[in-house]
């Protein structure tokens, strides 16, 4: 426009006339000339990167099959290429995970109501709080078994995993009674004194002697909200991982069989597991680095 004749002058209107018209700063109209003018090829933004996307893939395919683990996400995929050496973005790995065919089915979260309490779950350090609960498996020999868990809720370290035929509440005390010989050096009167424990209203935990053992314990019991298992979620959260890495890829003989299982697992678990929210470490680490920090 601004190069256009006046019809009555017979000259050009000029950039400063029209710019002025249209209430435009003069930058903006040599900004968008110089665009149109000289076009950019597309490319990929940010810095340039050694690795191309199929080199970066074949990476990704190297460190998948070592893990111990199934279907782990793209962040640990990322955590694992650092180890390696191998350094990119997280939204990378998912970009080429996508597209190579390697991401586990992923469910599509439903929509969460308004709770009715705020607040955290996590302590400020290990055996402040433990959550424990139940979940059912098969075996070929003695068909439906309970496993009983507990779990530290700042280290998510794995305390006590057991598997029993009958679900009673005495069987329910086993994870914390190995959990309190490991961390606590034994049962005696008020041996865990300052430890909360987590968990459901289920049968066996608000049962008279299930009760009577952990104040036996000196154990304060921190029973979650009705109907709201994200109370008593970190326990919750070990179950699947426990369901997808192990009672859902394999078959188990008989109780025997299964209780092996169990403690192969919660020792890989404990030493190996990488978990996001412990900045991609294993929850034995967690543990040990806590020891090593001086006490303020």
Not at 45 to 58: H, M, N
Not at 152 to 160: F, L, N, P, Y
Request: proline fraction near 7%.
């Amino acid at each position: 426009m601004s190069r256009a004749t006046s019809p009555s002058t017979h000259r050009p209107f000029g950039v400063a006339r029209v710019t002025r018209v249209w209430q435009v700063p003069r930058s903006t109209l040599y900004a968008r000339r110089d665009r149109r003018d000289t076009p950019t090829s597309p490319g990929t933004r940010g810095p340039k990167t050694a690795w191309t996307d199929e080199a970066l893939t074949a990476e990704i395919r190297t460190v998948i099959p070592p893990s111990p683990f199934h279907g782990e996400g793209h962040r640990t995929i990322w955590a694992r290429l650092r180890v390696a050496g191998v350094r990119t973005s997280k939204r990378r790995v998912l970009r080429l995970l996508r597209v190579a065919d390697l991401l586990g089915p992923a469910r599509v979260p439903a929509a969460v109501a308004p709770h009715p309490h705020d607040g955290t779950i996590i302590p400020d350090g290990p055996n402040l709080m433990w959550g424990t609960d139940a979940t059912l498996t098969v075996t070929l020999a003695d068909g439906q078994v309970t496993i009983f868990g507990a779990i530290d809720h700042d280290t998510a370290e794995c305390v006590g995993l057991h598997a029993a035929k009958p679900g009673t509440r005495f069987e329910a005390l086993e994870p914390l009674r190995q959990g309190v010989r490991e961390y606590f050096g034994g049962m005696a009167v008020n041996a865990a004194a300052g430890l909360a424990l987590r968990h459901d209203h289920g049968s066996q935990y608000m049962s008279d002697d299930f009760q009577a053992e952990i104040r036996f314990l000196g154990i304060d019991s921190s029973p979650a909200f009705v109907r709201q298992p994200e109370g008593n979620g970190c326990i919750e959260r070990f179950f699947r991982t426990l369901k997808e890495q192990l009672l859902w890829v394999r078959h188990f003989r008989d109780l025997t069989d299964l209780q092996e299982a169990l403690r192969v697992f919660k020792d890989t678990y404990n030493q190996q597991w990488l978990i996001e929210r412990l900045g991609f470490r294993s929850p034995a680490t967690v543990r040990k680095e806590f020891a090593l920090t001086p006490a303020a």
